[in-house]
């Protein structure tokens, strides 16, 4: 339970602390946002309490939990994978201590319409960056005894001078250190200005104070930390900054060490070609954000990149680096069709990446697309994550079809234990044509995509192979090993 207030915090009587919490995608994930929050409550700071669950929990009894620390306020970060349990969650809330303040963040909250059914259970929703108007908010609380009166409950919180937050990473304990990813950031905002993202409205870009950045680096490397994931969109549009850090993590390699950054894909200086060939096998992931190679595409969701760049990039980093390429595409942008997004895929596959994360293009709240009502004969999904239906160049049956190319791609393709199926695939004169093949024969004959065991999966595509691409039986076992597979390592950042 949080430590009572000192009568000095107070100028009437209020009791209860603050509660910090959200609910991650799963467990080895850490809310980054919960930290920041807390470590920028100056002299609030240790009457709140960072208490973090995961969708798998349920909203009764994270309520409970929450509710053992009586506090007065309660921040829940909102994003669209935890929509539907905090709004459960919001509802028992609701009705059970209704004096309670609530105060909603994250970008699901913060930019959902604001006639939206569940926002009427929260006193408060903050949009943009909440550090410094979530601290502000909380002292006016508990010097008045109540909330500020405002002219709505939606307050726009303006970007913060990130050289002059406190740093959160002091906030990450024992146990995250030792289970849990630790989620870093060196750099906010992004240059772009992609019509289906969030970081659209995010520039410029703003970047931390570098010494005291690494010196929280090196406290958590002494306490145990190995595994780090930064969540920068950009994070090589700095070369001075990128080099420092790469700088950083070289000179304290040790077994276990592993990095993950966000990567612009055509732009990579000598500078960091020269640190990246260092790295030893398996401590640095590349994430890299290509969405489209198609041009006209690229026009119309107002993004810039120099394709040709992009893959000498990818292919150089491919030959020259041990690194681990996890590469981003996105079906269904605004005008591209099915064909245009296979020869993407196709172009991408023979770059070779380690991983091509095939997503589904989403109508989040706050993006310049959001705003573009039925742009293309786009009709999204009403709940979230809002992901296409269809378009003009894609009904919703295709869709569909794209939809279970995605998932099992990321099943077969990117599970690191079929490498003999994605060489071959590599020479078809399709591989997208290929793999849609199978995919449509898998659903065909199981009718389903998740809670697939991993022996029965191996049998299905070994008949695929056989049964959809005509392939020789012969042929397939050579390309196939069950056991090799069975054994193959894990993807990373998983």
Known sequence: ?????????????????????TLNARYR?????????????????????????????????????????????????????????????????????????????????????????????????????????????????????????????????????????????????????????????????????????????????????????????????????????????????????????????????CPGLFVHFEMIPDRLPQPLKDRLVAFPQGSIQLEIGLQTFDPPTRERIHRRQDDDAAERNLSWLRTHTRVHLHADLILGLPGESVTRMGAGFDRLLQLGPHEIQVGILKRLHGTPLARSDRVRGMVFNPVAPYDLLASDQIDFPTMQRLRRFARYWDLIGNSGRFPGFVAWLGTQASPFASFMTLSDWLFATIRQTHEIAQARLFKLVHQGLVEALMLDPLQVRQMIDPEGGATSKKKMGA
């Open 29 to 253: 994930h850490a809310a980054l946002g919960l930290r920041c929050l807390k470590a920028n409550l100056a002299e609030l700071a240790p009457y709140a309490t960072i208490m973090e669950f995961d969708i798998h929990h349920r909203p009764l009894d994270i309520a409970e939990a929450l509710l053992q620390h009586r506090p007065a306020i309660i921040g829940i970060g909102v994003y669209v994978w935890n929509l539907e349990p905090v709004t459960h969650l919001l509802a028992i809330l609701n009705s059970i201590v209704p004096e309670t303040i609530v105060v909603l963040g994250g970008p699901e909250a913060g930019y959902a319409p604001e006639d939206a059914s569940w926002h009427a259970a929260a006193d408060i929703i903050i949009t943009g960056e909440g550090e410094w108007v979530f601290r502000d908010l909380c002292r006016e609380f508990y010097a008045k005894g109540g909330l500020p009166r405002l002219q709505s409950r939606r307050i726009i919180a303006p970007p913060v001078d990130l050289s002059r937050v406190v740093l959160p990473y002091s906030f990450y304990d024992a146990e995250d250190v030792k289970h849990r990813f630790t989620y870093v950031e060196a750099s906010r905002g992004c240059p772009h200005g992609c019509s289906f993202c969030l970081s659209a409205h995010d520039a410029p870009v703003r970047t931390v104070d570098m010494p005291a950045f690494l010196a929280a680096m090196g406290d958590l490397l002494h306490r145990g930390a190995r595994q780090f994931k930064f969540v920068d969109r950009t994070f090589n549009l700095n070369t001075a900054h990128a080099t420092a850090i790469l700088d950083f993590f070289l000179e304290r390699m």
């Open 1 to 21: 339970m949080n430590p009572p207030l000192p009568d000095s915090l107070l100028s009437t009587p209020v009791s209860g602390g603050i509660i910090l919490t």
